[in-house]
């Protein structure tokens, strides 16, 4: 699981911003949203241009450096203040046992990894800084290999390197460490349909639903979620386009729908590729932006029964609501800051009964 991130001179953030997930407080509902200590579901508030899609994107800046995809122009998202400081990039994983993995690296404006380490329950794995690089005994690199790392012009990231020169046992932290990274998901619902992690390429999304046989599972989603029941028309596995019959006429269903059943069938494909693809950790920005409030808290109680870590980010104060999230599991973020509400409120400690959406609206949460 993920414990912690930071990031440091990325877009609005020009000092240090760190997410911590490991702080969880001792409450006695929704208990199923910690995990191990851990904070393992929840929701991100803040204004617009507070940061809330910046963070997603800087946590996931790990994915394109282990899987070269997704490349980013980094002039375009260091802080433009100071674009002669790199991007510094920090995470904290706990792996099963309590096993904890501590891995940070810097990058420069043109994306070339300038500092790189890896600590193992405390143990200095390997280190880079300029023109130094050093391996713990676990890693025999000769000093003609090691003046080469840390010589390289194209700045070769130590820790693929090592997935790549040395056999690894499935258990062994490293490993576990890329399986995480590759289980990542970044993915919004807005009309521009980004996505970072597990998928490469153009996803035609009602190609999928066919081709799998989900068209009847897809049916039943809509239903569950939004209330909304289509006549589905059969369809050949060659088909590539799903049509539904409106007074026995066949017409394709995207022309017959809102953008919020649009938004939906990109959720239902999403679903359907994280449990294929048994992800590890999900953000989804902007998540409800087309949804109605009653849907938001439907499709919030459907993702947060996985087992894996779901955080999403949105304007929707109804979701604030201890029915079925906790103070420690609803973050604001602002002011180069983020914190849970839990921490933010002079009021002592929040309890079960505290009406949360009231009291942010009314402006008790402040981050400074």
């Known amino acids: 699981m993920l414990s912690r991130f930071s990031v440091t001179n990325y877009m609005g953030f020009p000092e240090k911003i760190t997410w911590d997930l490991s702080q969880p407080h001792e409450y006695a509902f929704n208990t199923n949203l910690i995990h191990n200590g851990i904070v393992k579901n929840g929701i991100i508030y803040g204004v617009n241009g507070s940061g809330k899609t910046s963070l997603g994107r800087a946590l996931f800046d790990i994915v394109s450096l282990v899987n070269n995809v ?25 792996f099963e046992g309590g096993k904890k993995i501590e891995y940070s690296y810097s990058k420069n404006v043109q994306g070339l990894i300038i500092k790189e380490a890896l600590y193992y329950q405390g143990q200095k794995i390997f280190t880079k ?21 840390a010589e390289n012009a194209n700045a070769v990231s130590l820790l693929k390197f090592i997935f790549s020169s040395y056999p690894l046992s499935k258990n062994h932290y490293i490993q576990q460490l890329i399986d995480f990274i590759g289980s990542m998901l970044w993915f919004r619902c807005l009309d521009e349909r980004n996505y970072i992690g597990i998928d490469t390429g153009r996803v035609y999304i009602e190609d999928y639903i066919i081709k799998h046989g989900y068209l009847d599972e897809f049916a039943k989603f809509l239903k569950e979620e939004s209330g909304q ?3 589905f028309t059969p369809t050949q596995n060659e088909d590539k386009v799903i049509t539904c019959k409106v007074n ?30 048994s992800v590890k950790f999900v953000f989804i920005d902007e998540f409800d932006a087309f949804y109605h409030f009653d849907l ?3 499709v919030c109680k459907t993702l947060f029964k996985e ?23 609803g973050f604001i973020i602002g002011n180069n800051k983020i914190d849970a509400i839990c921490n933010l409120t002079s009021r002592g400690e929040l309890r079960q009964g505290h009406n949360i959406e009231k009291m942010y609206r009314a402006g008790s949460f402040d981050i400074k």
């Open 70 to 94: 997704n490349p980013t122009d980094y002039s375009k998202v260091i802080y433009q203040g100071a674009a002669d400081s790199p991007i510094e990039f920090e995470y904290c994983f706990i």
């Open 129 to 149: 800084d300029i023109n130094d690089v050093y391996f713990c005994n676990e890693f025999s690199v000769n000093p003609a290999m090691r003046r080469k790392l």
């Open 229 to 231: 029941v289509f006549d």
């Open 248 to 277: 026995n006429n066949e017409v394709p269903f995207l022309s017959i729908i809102s953008t919020g059943t649009t938004s939906l069938e990109l959720l239902f494909y999403w679903t359907k590729r994280m449990k294929e693809a």
């Open 296 to 298: 938001s808290i439907n």
């Open 307 to 329: 087992d894996f870590q779901v955080f999403m980010s949105s304007h929707n104060t109804m979701l604030l609501s201890n029915d079925f999230i906790r103070p420690d599991c």
